[in-house]
Structure formats: structure tokens, C-alpha cells
């Protein structure tokens, strides 16, 4: 599991543009109006072959100079709960502010990993400014400019070195591992109570290392499962959460320690920012997905055109991977939340999925061969075998080609479309590789 990096600090000293960076991303991230949709607050960045998550702090800061020192303070103390490495950034042009020594007077009382970050050192004679970081008690300060990527790299090899321990799994039993995520107030609480009501047969909760997810075994039904909490089974942490940040961070966790997502969608609300953020976090760790329109019951419009109506919205905007079930439910009446149960169980039973390498090519080449991949430059590509990578997080194909390098992504699109018509692998990503024959 990968660990999780927090970018802290006052507003305005390029947390944005070095997250954007880390994650090789060019998105916007934050807004300094309060209330604008805040989209991209964390991501995935790889550096010397480990892989570890990202998360902006920026975009919760309200824009209101009496709520910015308790806002701040308050993240502060969520990223040291929940995360393994803190980078705190400050701005060498501006130099030390009254903000700067209020967060590190609380980042020096943890005992997490911190790199204090002086950011906009864009000439030589900048640096000797940094110097007065020292101040701030918190080491040598590294030395970045987050818009033209110097000294990065030097920052990046002592994170990747701070990471004392490999995430070790502490669940060992081959059975599913199941995340109910969803933005705050989408019913998670609900719906895990409603899984574990007074004729429970639950396991002791499991903790796993330090700031990792709780697992509760779920033997009821039939059903033999994990679920990984995000929100009501561990007690309330001890900060006073902002609720959106709060839940980003753990979903992150809960997402990464899981094989199968249950998303919760608030039917009352319709399809948000944060639901998009939280879906496109399942896609970049390739985890199973059934999501679930929660408080059905609270909707007037309950006819199947309105169904219709609200599956295509989700889809569209969670497009191009739309090969996922989408049931209405409800966690307080209990309205179809057993067929949640059974379809998380399908998807991950999906993920082990094997086709054999005969039938595979048997149904594709023809396919392959009426539609091949368009001509680049002059040059035809021909698909030759197609087998599935066998031991793999998810199922992955290697298709071998004569040119792979010219089959572009709509191409493998196309296949992985093909691939989901012919056999059932809904909920699940599928890999493509082009390899050459």
C-alpha cells in the first residue's frame, strides 16, 4: 500500500504548482473563492520506483482572513492523523510569516517525517534568503521552484528515503477487501450499520499499521468479507475535522487497502465534484467499483425513465469507463442494500477472471482483422496473438503487434470494448498493453 504525502501551508506558496508537478498534472487545483468546485486535491506520483500518494491541502482553505490561522491549523492537524510524510511549504520571497511559525510550532510537536519546502527560489541569489528559515526549527530548508521543477529532485529522494517501512498487509486471508467511500454525508455511516445491524456476526476490528484503515470481518449470508472503514466504525478522530478534507484523506487510505469500491452517491444531491474526485481515486489505484445511489427513499420521482435518467448522468460523467452496476438504494429502509453485498462479491471474484488464450484469440483476431488499427504515416500495423498476463491486480491482455508503438489509445479502447462485450468484466479496469511480436 502506498504511502501518503501531505503538502501544508499558508496560501498562495505554490502547494498547487508542486502538486501539479509530483502528479505531472496541469490541472487547476484550488480556487481562492470559498464554495468553487475544488477538483484534483491529490494524486499519484512515482519516484525511484515507489510509488506514493499526494495530497494538496490548498484547496480547503476558506477565503477569510479571520478563519485562515484556525482553517490552516485544523489541516495541519488532520495530515499528521492520517498521513506518513509532510511537506511544508513556505515562500522565500515573502520570508517567515506570523502563519509560517504557527504551523511549524505544530509540526515540530509530531513525530512524522516533515521537509521544510522554501518554495520560489528561482535564481541563486534567492537562496541565501532561505536561510532565515532556519527560524522555524524544522532543519535545512530544501531549496525548490516549484514552477521549473528545480531541486525537486533532491526533495523527492529524501521523501522516498523517509519512508521507513514497506506497507505491509495485515490481512493475510485471501478473501475480499470491500471500501464504502463516498463524499461527507452520502449515507457511509448509514449503510455500514445497516450491513452490521444487532444480528451481526463480526469478527473482532482489525488495525492495521499506524494511520491505515480498521477492517471489520463481515460472516453473514453466505458472505465471507472485509470491510475496510471509512467512516462511522472507527471512533471520531480527536481533530476537529473539516469534513470534506477529513474525508478525502481517509478515503484515500480506505480506497489504496481495498479490492472492491462501494460508492455512495447522494440521490438527493445528484452526481458532484467530489464524487467525480473520489471515482477518479478508485480508477488510478484499479479497483473494483459498484456504486450505489443512496436515500432513494427520500426521492419523489421513482420511475424507471427517472432511472434511466440519473444512470446515464453517472455514466456520462464518469465516461470512458462506464462497465459498472449502479444500484438505487436506500441504508435506512434497507431498500436493495443485500444486492450491494452480492454484487461487491461479483466484481472481485471478476478480478481473478481467466481467458483462455485460445478463445481469446479466436474472438478477437476475427474482430482485429474487420476493424485493425488505423494506418500511421504510411505504415500498417497487424495483431498477430492476443493472451492474458496471467497473476495481475486486475486483468491485463498483451496484444503483439508489429508496430506498437503506433496503436494509439482509442485503438485500445476499442479492444478493451470488444473484450467487455464478448466476456463479463464489469466493475473491474482491464490493462491493454501492445507488445512487440
Known sequence: MANLVAIVGRPNVGKSTLFNRLTKTRHAIVS?????TRDRQYGKCEWGNKEFSVVDTGGWVVNSDDVFEEEIRRQVLIAIEECDVILFMVDVKTGVTDLDMAVANILRRSKLPTFLVSNK????????DAAEFYSLGLGDPFCISSLTGSGTGDLLDAVVASFTKE?????????????VVGRPNAGKSSIINAFLDDNRNVVTDIAGTTRDSIYTKYEKFGFNFYLVDTAGIRKKNKVTEDLEYYSVMRSIRAIENSDVCVLMVDATRGIEGQDINIFQLIQKNQKGLVVVVNKWDLVEDKSNEAIRYFERAIRDRFAPFTDFTIIFASAVTKQ????????AQKVYDVRTKKVSTAKLNEVMLPIIEATPPPSLKGKYIKIKYV??????RVPSFVFYANLPQYVKE???RFLENQIREHWDFKGTPINIYIRQK
Not at 527560489?121 to 541565501?128: F, I, Q, T, W
Not at 436493495?336 to 454484487?343: G, H, K
Not at 493472451?387 to 495481475?392: A, D, G
Open 167 to 179: 506497507m505491509t498487509e495485515v490481512i493475510e486471508e485471501d478473501i475480499p477487501r470491500i471500501a
Open 121 to 128: 527560489v528561482d535564481s541563486n541569489e534567492l537562496r541565501y
Open 336 to 343: 436493495r442494500i443485500f444486492r450491494v453485498l452480492e454484487e
Open 387 to 392: 493472451m492474458q498476463i496471467p497473476e495481475t
Open 410 to 412: 482509442p485503438y485500445k
Open 32 to 36: 481562492d473563492e470559498a464554495g468553487t
